[in-house]
């Protein structure tokens, strides 16, 4: 089943996330699945209208954070425990890029990227976190029409905030993310969003200097709806 299979990649992705030695995260103690928390884009934020909020009157949305939550996350834990021998930690955790805990977590997934508004103290532990190792699963946001829209646009400006430097690199099938366990085809592996067809889902990455992959981007696609 592609689903299944797709599912399986996401496991394995965190697997063998590799963390350099300056980094303790959790040490050799096990994982543990941690989504990030942020504020939401909406019409009035904080008493100000600006690029973050244009476009969205009329779709205002909060928490949206926690789409999917928990079920997703205790579900995703128990089909770690299931079907791989990683060792877990406690239960799924929710953490903002303020607090200093998010440093002892090598892994994280971010939701409903196109409501994210991040901020400047958000931002700068970002950048600390990316360059200490860290790894994110962005998942869960799409635009109709077959082009990039208002959610691509709203990621976008914020996770430029965090990498000024670097653009998402597209995925294509021949990457060799999609065959490190299993061949896995991500182009049969269609969209869980109702309304597109196997060709409209689009897998991004972000590097580092040494071609680390610190983000993996899950765009017309809804990875944690497969889990939930």
Known sequence: MPMKKLLMFILLVISIISVPEIIYAQDDYGYRFVRVRYDDVYRGYGGRSDRFSRGFRGRSRRGMWATDYPTADLNLHEAIKRTTKIPLVGQPLVLSFDEEQIFEYPVLYLTEPGYWLTNEEEVKNMQKYFARGGFMIIDDFHDFGGRKGREW???YNNIKQVFPDREPVMLDEKHPIWSIYFDIDPIEARSTKPGFSRYDDQYYA????????????????????GWE
């Open 206 to 225: 972000i590097y580092d200097d040494n071609g680390r992959m610190m983000c993996v981007i899950c765009y017309n696609q809804d990875i944690g709806d």
């Open 153 to 155: 646009f709203n990621f």
